[in-house]
């Protein structure tokens, strides 16, 4: 009889066996979400791991599906290495978002399992808490500086001290704030982008700020990977004086073996990962002294486990979390994050967002943030279900970022990193 390679390859410890590997896609923000369900042969035992890439989600719908999925039914599903493992080996060539999006789904699943099965909550499998809760920011914007303070203003007011500051930069290619018209519209490209007019008005943003919020705020702001390094290099020293908590994405993945020279420029702490989509990538940020904050987006680089590693090197490199967790991060994936910040020493701080209440009906269990504190479940898991119903009630389709992508041009037409 021929040797079964996809089975378990050492005795497993109890008879249980994963029955099902599938992707459950909803959109309830209009934003698609992807969460993997393992069932197994334990009646109503099951995992729910995030598996988000919004803009490629029908690629990791397939992906869990008909390649992965086969891999892992009968299989015993406390071997979350293994099985993580061979997920990632089996393709030959490994990496990458679609990857390892799919392989974080099954991850976090299987870690879901694990806390059912011991009737405690991911973190206490993780080593217990190191700190009550996980400080939180959110994202303040508008068309003008006083626009965007305003905003800052309510969001303190709500109990945050941490907030992200984005102020319009006329063109297709503005970023975390409003529309506002390019400037140039007799130009190659009329609705043009200049990152000369967004390096010379974001220190004026955070000149007024220092002014108006107050001496206690805590002041992040995004570049969003438009810069070159002699720019970002001048950005960080110009905005030195107003004591920046961070200053993230200051330089696109092409160019990160020159994000040593910006933070030697300057004291302003740098933050950068959202883009990495392997441990491999997050570890040379933090090996190679390239960053002060490591953000990477915990369901692109392969899930829980990876992450963990990542966190534990932060750690003894003196570098600090602060793991990427808007919109497009499924309240799994919130969950996640949340369990790394509350059982990590280098926890920096926590990208937060406010699920609306459609979110919250297809999640139940889906962590709320109060004043400005996120905390974990104490119920075994992620604490966190999925109402298959709701979600279907709020079907995903095509990411609307290609349509943004493809306007993110310099007035002569050149495509900027979006």
């Known amino acids: 009889m021929p040797f079964d390679t996809f089975a378990n390859p050492w005795p497993p410890r109890e008879d ?6 599938r992707a459950i896609t909803t959109a309830p923000e209009g934003t698609p979400l992807v969460v993997v369900r393992i069932d197994t042969s334990e009646p109503g035992l099951y995992g729910l791991g995030c598996a988000t890439f919004t803009q490629r989600y029908r690629a990791v719908v397939t992906f869990v599906e008909e390649h992965l999925a086969r891999l892992l039914i009968g299989r015993y599903p406390g071997d979350i290495g293994d099985l993580t493992r061979l997920a990632g080996f089996s393709g030959y060539w490994r990496g990458g978002p679609v990857t390892n999006n799919a392989i974080s789904g099954i991850d976090q699943a299987l870690w879901d399992i694990a806390g059912k099965r011991a009737g405690m909550p991911v973190h206490e499998l993780l080593g217990g808490k190191v700190r009550g809760a996980a400080e939180t920011y959110l994202h303040a914007s508008g068309r003008t500086i006083a626009e965007t303070l305003d905003h800052a203003q309510e969001l303190i007011a709500q109990g945050w001290r941490h907030v992200r500051l984005q102020l319009s930069t006329a063109g297709g290619g503005g970023y975390g704030a409003p529309y506002v018209e390019s400037e140039y519209p007799n130009a190659p490209y009329g609705n043009g982008w ?7 008005r974001t220190p004026a943003l955070f000149e007024a ?15 969003h990977s438009r810069l070159t390094p002699s720019e970002a290099m001048w950005l960080a020293r110009t905005l ?56 990477s987006h915990v369901s692109d680089i392969g899930g829980l486990t990876p992450a963990r590693k990542i966190a534990d090197l932060a750690e003894l490199s003196g570098v600090r979390t602060a793991w990427h967790g808007p919109g497009d991060t499924s309240p799994i994936g919130a969950a996640a994050n949340v369990a790394l910040d509350v059982t990590s020493a280098a926890f920096g701080i926590q990208e937060g967002h406010v699920y609306n209440d459609a979110t919250h009906e297809v999640f139940p269990g889906t962590l709320r943030i109060e004043d400005g504190w996120l905390r974990p479940n104490e119920a ?23 349509a943004w992508a493809a306007g993110v041009r310099r007035p002569d037409g050149a495509l900027e990193a979006p």
């Open 16 to 21: 249980l066996r994963i029955t099902s590997v």
């Open 194 to 200: 200049s990152a000369r007019d967004y390096l010379r």
């Open 209 to 223: 700020a220092r002014e108006t919020l107050p001496e206690n705020t805590e002041l992040l702001h995004d570049v």
């Open 240 to 295: 030195e004086p107003y004591g920046l908590f961070f200053l993230e994405d200051v330089l696109p993945p092409e160019h990160w073996d020159r994000l040593p020279e910006v933070r030697a420029a300057s004291g302003t702490p740098i933050a950068v990962g959202e883009l990495t989509t392997s441990l491999a990538d997050a570890v040379r940020l933090v090996r190679d002294g390239g960053v002060d904050y490591i953000r």
């Open 380 to 402: 075994p898991g992620w604490g966190i279900d999925i109402d298959e119903d709701a979600a279907a009630r709020y079907p995903a389709e095509l990411s609307g970022h290609d």
